[in-house]
């Protein structure tokens, strides 16, 4: 074999192209296959946190680093505790997803794994920095908003957020409860919230979320953090950990630039849920869904379709981002008129055509009609 040909190439060892190595090598149906591995960086630091909620065990559950059944939401006038079930929520630590990631894949030889910045995707050919090399079938994570940001056609929202895992002097934090959204903060013209996972009762992950277009100096999350734990009888913290993100929300065609050898995944092929930001889970589903779909030997133009899910997607996003100012609105009445495991369902694309029916029942019925009427003409 020639050392520079594969039949299989994955540009981006995140998540995605993570995943998608180990499902395939996994998988004895390839067994023959050859595939290359191209990450730039060293995964060896806790640089994110994913949390999804699932029900029951799933494949992961041996890199769970914790896991909750309730949790509590807050719109201003309307607040709520509630119970996840039948679904759990759970927290991998990126670092413990690498390690783990590492051990698996060392197992396998007809993986290739290559540290090197992709430069170039040229029908058939990945460059890097150092060399090119043939891969048969290529799939990238490699996101480029440049394409995103210079069309029109669909809004484009910023799911971005600074987290800090504190440690406090005085157990202040409930163990065993989640504030899902707490729209307890001031708005300032934006949907923001505050997101705490509870680690001990004298730990937890704090994130300064918005739901926006433009990202803030990074002071302004610092300080929406702070404001929420002099609240708290906290006696004091100290922060220990510290993340940020920025998360696309949109509905924008990234499969589009899909070809029958290219196949864009993760958030760079708009695997990301657009109304929630929500990406590890559906990550893992598709990469399910792409070694099932490899078997049968389709174009990779062919994988994934549109639905329904996609256009309720859209419209919520229109809505959104025309009236940002007032997006806790939008949740505070999902959250009011429906059941827990009705909105999650319906956030998984799992829900029934009546479920569905109610959600949409539960939000200001005009301001979607004036969506789907500019969307129509």
Request: one cysteine or more.
């Amino acid at each position: 074999m020639n050392k520079n040909r594969y039949d299989y190439i994955i540009c981006g060892g995140g998540a995605s192209g993570l995943l998608l190595a180990y499902r395939i090598c996994n998988d004895p149906f390839f067994d023959d296959r050859s595939i290359l591995l191209i990450e730039k960086d060293t995964k060896n630091t806790n640089d994110r946190t994913w949390c999804f909620w699932e029900s029951g065990k799933g494949d992961l559950e041996e890199i769970v680093h914790k896991t909750w059944n309730k949790a509590y939401f807050n719109a201003n006038d309307f607040e709520m505790d509630f119970s996840l079930e039948p679904f759990s929520y759970k927290m991998i630590r990126s670092l413990d997803f690498y390690q783990s990631m590492k051990i698996k894949l060392a197992e396998f030889d007809q993986l290739t794994q290559i540290k090197a910045k992709v430069s170039s995707i040229d029908e058939n050919i990945v460059t890097t920095e150092v060399q090119s090399y043939h891969g048969g079938l290529i799939f990238s994570s490699i996101y480029n908003s440049k394409s995103l940001v210079q069309q029109k056609k669909y809004p484009v929202l910023l799911q971005h957020f600074v987290g800090q895992v504190v440690q406090t002097q005085k157990p202040c934090f409930d163990t065993g409860k989640i504030d899902f959204m707490n729209f307890n903060v001031p708005q300032k013209g934006n949907t923001r919230f505050m997101y705490l996972l509870p680690l001990s009762p004298n730990k937890a992950l704090l994130e300064y979320t918005l739901f926006s277009k433009n990202i803030l100096e990074k002071k302004e999350y610092l300080d929406a953090i702070a404001a929420f734990l002099k609240e708290l009888p906290t006696g004091g913290y100290e922060v220990i950990e510290e993340e940020e993100g920025e998360i696309p929300m949109t509905c924008y065609r990234f499969d589009l630039k899909n070809s029958s050898n290219l196949l864009l995944i993760g958030t760079a092929g708009g695997w990301t849920k657009p109304s929630t930001g929500y990406t590890f889970q559906r990550i893992n589903e598709k990469t399910k869904e792409l070694v099932g779909f490899l078997k049968k030997g389709q174009p990779l133009s062919r994988f994934g379709k549109r639905d329904r899910f996609w256009f309720y997607d859209l419209l919520f996003i229109d809505v959104l981002a025309n009236d940002n100012p007032h997006g806790v609105d939008l949740f505070k009445r999902m959250f009011k008129k429906n059941s827990p495991e009705v909105i999650f369902k319906f956030l998984d694309e799992k829900s029934s055509l009546w479920q569905e029916f109610q959600i949409m029942r539960s939000f200001n019925v005009r301001q979607f009609v004036n969506a789907l009427w500019k969307r129509i003409f």
